[in-house]
């Protein structure tokens, strides 16, 4: 890609007005061409049902939750099948997507309008809105692994909503350390470790010498316990399963050098590895079996990171892919593309060879994978 015709990292994260064409600008890191060719996402595949009955009454299905950006969509893919089963409208322009993880609710940050959608996946259905502060632009959302709180980071506010998912409530929103400094600065990406009791938030802008961290957030006290300097431009975290380290992907835009993953060590909060090589990293996934998997949208690429030698090897045949996610057994790796195929690649894990792409999209983001328990599929 020529000199300059990207951004620098964490344009995506304050906007001068909000409208979709900044989101979709935001989204993709600037400067590509933003043009989704395909079916629309507006109805569910031909003669598909989605399940719906209530939770824990059924067998468990494995599916994959994937963000529409301009058709304000969520689709779910079935993972057995890889058939769309069923389009949930959402809030304008999904940018980010959870799923519970008892899998009865996925959450949806939505950037344009400001709020989190919450789908029951017993119905696929919308259950609630959760109003953000004014500005906040959100663009990341995690949840805790007893689904009690949401973790979101409002980009446009610089700073982390925190969501009680009791209530659908707002009840704390956090901008400083202890100490009263600002701490984000355009966040984006955020992920809760496993035991819960700590998030990590990536800024990516660089103002008043904020940015290029990734923030650590207590949980039991929703205070900013720390920040640790990472390379230029992250946007992307995931933890490890065992809870060991944190990946960070930097979007270090081509003119100014490679990208790179930066290995946090959760022991010590410090970086313990630097992978470099990378044109544009923009999504990170970490798998049970210790790959962890990076979208590389320069290249067209996936980088597969093999733990604990962080050797690389890299899967092609992608079109500006931005979103990744593992199941949960670690067989198969979803990606979504971003550029005109404007589809969702299968990479089948133990061969690390991309085996099916799936259409059916409206320039699909995020997404996230999970294992939900329902009472089987109603009759026609």
């Not at 979709?24 to 031909?46: D, E, V, Y």
């Not at 779910?76 to 089963?85: G, K, P, S």
């Amino acid at each position: 890609m020529k000199a300059g015709t990207r951004s620098e990292p964490g344009l995506r994260g304050l906007p001068r007005r909000r409208s979709r064409s900044w989101v979709a600008m935001l989204t993709m890191l600037g400067g590509l061409a933003l043009i989704a060719i395909g079916p629309a996402a507006g109805a569910s595949a031909a003669g598909q049902r989605s399940p719906a009955a209530s939770h824990g009454t059924g067998p468990p299905f494995v599916f994959a939750y994937i963000t529409n950006l301009r058709a304000d969509t969520v689709s779910v893919v079935q993972t057995a099948t890889n058939a769309i089963v069923a389009t949930i409208p959402v809030g304008d322009s999904p940018t980010a997507v959870a799923v519970a993880p008892d899998g009865r609710h996925v959450y949806v940050a939505n950037a344009v309008s400001g709020s989190v959608s919450v789908i029951d996946t017993a119905t696929n259905t919308v259950t609630a809105t959760v109003s953000l502060p004014a500005g906040s632009a959100p663009l990341g959302i995690a949840v805790t692994p007893n689904d009690r709180t949401l973790y979101v980071t409002d980009s446009g506010a610089n700073d982390v909503s925190v969501i009680d998912t009791a209530t659908n409530a707002v009840i704390a929103v956090i901008r400083t350390d202890a100490e009263g400094n600002a701490v984000f600065n355009r966040p984006v990406g955020v992920a809760v470790t496993p035991d819960g009791r700590r998030v990590y938030v990536a800024s990516s802008g660089r103002l008043l010498d904020i940015g290029d961290t990734v923030a650590v957030i207590d949980t039991a006290t929703n205070t900013v316990t720390g920040t640790i300097e990472v390379g230029f431009g992250p946007t992307a975290v995931a933890v490890a399963p065992n809870g060991r380290h944190v990946y960070v992907a930097n979007d270090t835009p081509s003119r100014f050098g490679q990208g790179s993953v930066s290995v946090i060590a959760t022991a010590t909060n410090q970086v313990t590895a630097t992978i470099s090589g990378f044109e544009e990293p923009v999504g990170v996934a970490a798998a049970q079996n210790g790959r962890v998997y990076v979208t590389v949208i320069d290249t067209n690429e996936v980088a597969v990171i093999a733990t604990p030698t962080n050797r690389v090897t890299t899967i092609r045949g992608f079109d500006s892919p931005v979103g990744v996610a593992v199941t949960p057994n670690g067989r198969l790796v979803y990606v979504t593309n971003t550029g005109r195929s404007s589809n969702v690649a299968v990479i089948t894990a133990a061969t690390s060879t991309l085996t099916r792409t799936i259409t059916g999209f409206t320039f699909p983001q995020a997404v996230a994978i999970g294992t939900v328990r329902t009472g089987g599929w109603p009759k026609r």
